[in-house]
């Protein structure tokens, strides 16, 4: 497999995870998630920081850098900004299922920060590609990013135990 083909496969892995992530919290018991009908939606930006939920908040962000690296990588004449368009519609369009499936709250926080994180991707990468062999530096990310979705799907099958 070429570094252009795993760097396909890699994201699209990876925006599969990010939906369970998302929509699903790492649950594999599904009928028990859409049974949950939680229906909440704040359109009230960092609301949640008042209600000391700083953790998720930075989760978010962290969770949505990767994506604006493997966007990079596997789309180097695409804009930055229609990159970072696209990031923010695919968190829109993941807390609108949310809403609509009632399987979670819908904050535009979560928006926010999940394009901010995004956009941190997209910045680290066109910053460092100043300094790096192109060919390096997609290698490095790749690779760095194939291991820890491998680890942190392992770690989701075998080690924890998610429950709804």
Do not use: C
């Given at each position: ?27 594999y ?45 596997n ?50 990468y ?39």
């Amino acid at each position: 497999m070429t570094m252009k083909s795993l760097s396909k496969a890699l994201l699209g892995i990876y925006v599969l995870t990010l939906l369970w992530l998302v929509l699903f919290k790492f649950s594999y018991d599904l009928p028990a998630v859409l049974d949950h009908g939680t229906r909440s939606l704040n359109l009230n930006p960092f609301a949640v920081l008042s209600q000391g939920s700083l953790r998720e908040t930075l989760d978010n962000f962290i969770v949505f850098i990767p994506f604006g690296l493997l966007l990079s990588v596997n789309f180097k004449h695409v804009s930055m900004w229609r990159k970072l368009a696209f990031i923010g519609i695919f968190s829109l369009a993941a807390e609108v299922t949310q809403f609509v499936l009632a399987i979670g709250t819908t904050d535009i926080t979560d928006v926010i920060m999940n394009t901010a994180g995004g956009l941190f991707g997209l910045s680290v990468y066109g910053w460092v590609n100043k300094f790096v062999d192109d060919e390096k530096h997609d290698r490095f990310i790749v690779i760095t990013m194939a291991i820890i979705l491998m680890a942190l799907l392992w770690l989701r099958f075998f080690v924890l135990r998610v429950r709804y």
